[in-house]
């Protein structure tokens, strides 16, 4: 069974510009979620997805960041524009459904912002 | 609210030597918990779970952890520490109903030869 995919590894970028980062979950999963996970620190939860439906997105920075799960397959997580403060690794995880706790994780996305 | 609290930062032990590493968690009802591990570029592991029933958990690489609700603990431990298990090991807590993940900060595990 493939993992979790997760596009770029790894991007660099300066403050104020766009970027863009892609997850494709375990085949089959209903529930996504993108973690934000800052150097130090455990995981916290940005967004997460039923389907294509959004579950939860209390901590979504939301005048700058975006998500989207348009077939509820596949998603895209933007930051648009970028802060230092964004330099994280952004982390996808997928579930098969509804009452399952034990989340699959992608190896992540690194970005600096400069 | 719920919450995560890994005391250690960051702990070093020599190989072959056991290992604990704390979790104290916060939460109003029977929690789920959860040990996950983290190497070095790498998403997060699942080492073991707890939904219900006996208190001692068993998970993969040797790893074993136990709940202790009078003390809201469940910490992680290993008999005998390899190398290959310098890591860094996240302690979570289940949100019933909603189907979320509340980490703790982590703890950095060194190991010496």
């Known amino acids: 069974e493939a993992g979790v995919a997760q596009s770029p590894r790894y991007k660099i970028i300066e403050k104020r510009q766009s970027v863009a980062f892609w997850c494709n979950p375990i085949?089959?999963?209903?529930?996504l979620y993108w973690y934000q996970q800052i150097l130090g620190q455990g995981p916290k939860l940005l967004i997460q997805?039923?389907?294509?439906?959004?579950?939860?997105d209390s901590q979504l920075p939301k005048d700058r960041f975006s998500a989207e799960r348009l077939k509820g397959v596949d998603s895209t997580l933007k930051i648009q524009p970028a802060k230092l403060e964004d330099s994280a690794v952004y982390l996808c995880a997928s579930v098969t459904g509804t009452g399952t706790y034990e989340q699959y994780f992608g190896p992540g996305t690194r970005l600096t912002v400069t | 609210a719920q919450s995560v609290t890994q005391p250690d930062i960051h702990i070093t032990v020599s190989e072959g030597a056991s290992l604990e590493l704390r979790c104290n968690y916060s939460?109003?009802?029977?929690?789920?918990l959860f040990w996950y591990v983290q190497s070095p570029g790498q998403g997060l592991q699942l080492l073991l779970k707890?939904?219900?029933?006996?208190?001692l958990v068993q998970g993969i690489k040797g790893f074993e952890a136990e709940f202790k609700r009078s003390q809201s603990s469940f910490n992680l431990r290993k008999p005998s520490v390899h190398w290959s298990d310098a890591a860094e090991y996240f302690c979570a807590v289940g949100v019933t109903g909603y189907n979320k993940l509340i980490f703790g900060a982590g703890t950095r595990l060194a190991v010496h030869p």
């Open positions: 939460y109003g009802a029977t929690p789920y």
């Open positions: 707890y939904f219900s029933g006996d208190t």
């Open positions: 997805f039923q389907n294509n439906g959004v579950v939860d």
């Open positions: 085949s089959g999963h209903a529930t």
